[in-house]
């Protein structure tokens, strides 16, 4: 969705395979909340020296297209507005986490995820998964995040959003015959600081040897 002016509303929706799905078997979206992001902004563009004046300081960026809705959070609105107090001089941010990306190889080794913020202050985190299905979460409380909260098949086409609230969570490999990659959202609830982690879970069966 994009505000191009004070009169005139763009919305572009998508579904996602689980929103499909829950269309197909006749339930409803009961769609309550919603996000907004400035990820197509580019704030370089704020032309301070504009021949028209201040009122036209923006014009580049208002004239900036708008993004195509892709339904994926890791792509898209990565950078959520947020309301912070007044005298706010840094954007708060997320650290603690060792990489950009964690692998786990052998069931029941856990891997702690334990973030912390920097500009900010917060207690506790939201860690939403866009696929649970591979992985076992525990260290935190389950979150309502508007889906189904059964389990899903390990291998099947319609992936197991799920997520969890605290200061720190622990994730470790549930045994697959294939390598997987999930992603993970960490969002700081006071702050709304946000980081992004990919988890790959190596193949990790053991074959009795021959």
């Known amino acids: 969705m994009g ?8 919305v572009d929706a998508i579904l996602t395979k689980h ?7 006749g339930g409803s979206l009961g769609i309550s909340n ?25 014009d580049a960026i208002t004239s900036l297209p708008q993004l195509e809705a892709v339904p994926d959070d890791t792509a898209v609105m990565r950078y959520k507005l947020v309301t912070l107090p007044r005298k706010t001089i ?27 913020t920097v500009n900010g202050s917060d207690s506790s985190y939201n860690f939403v998964f866009n696929d649970e299905a591979p992985i076992m979460v525990t260290g935190g409380k389950k979150m309502n995040i508007g889906s189904s909260t059964t389990d899903f098949l390990l291998y099947q086409d319609v992936p197991m959003a799920a997520g969890y609230s605290g200061g720190k969570i622990n994730i470790e490999a549930k045994s697959t015959k294939e390598q997987r990659k999930i992603s993970c959202s960490i969002t700081g609830i006071t702050t709304g600081a946000v980081t992004y982690l990919d988890i790959v879970i190596n193949k990790n069966q053991r074959q009795k040897a021959s």
């Open 19 to 25: 929103g499909r799905k829950i269309l197909a078997e």
């Open 90 to 116: 840094f954007m708060p941010y997320i650290t603690g986490i060792p990489s950009s990306t964690i692998t786990l190889d052998d069931v029941g080794k856990k891997f702690t995820i334990e973030p912390s």
């Open 34 to 58: 919603f996000a907004l992001s400035d990820d197509g902004v580019d704030y370089d563009l704020w032309n301070t020296s504009h021949p028209s004046g201040s009122a036209n300081y923006g």
């Open 3 to 10: 505000y191009l002016d004070s009169s005139t509303i763009t």
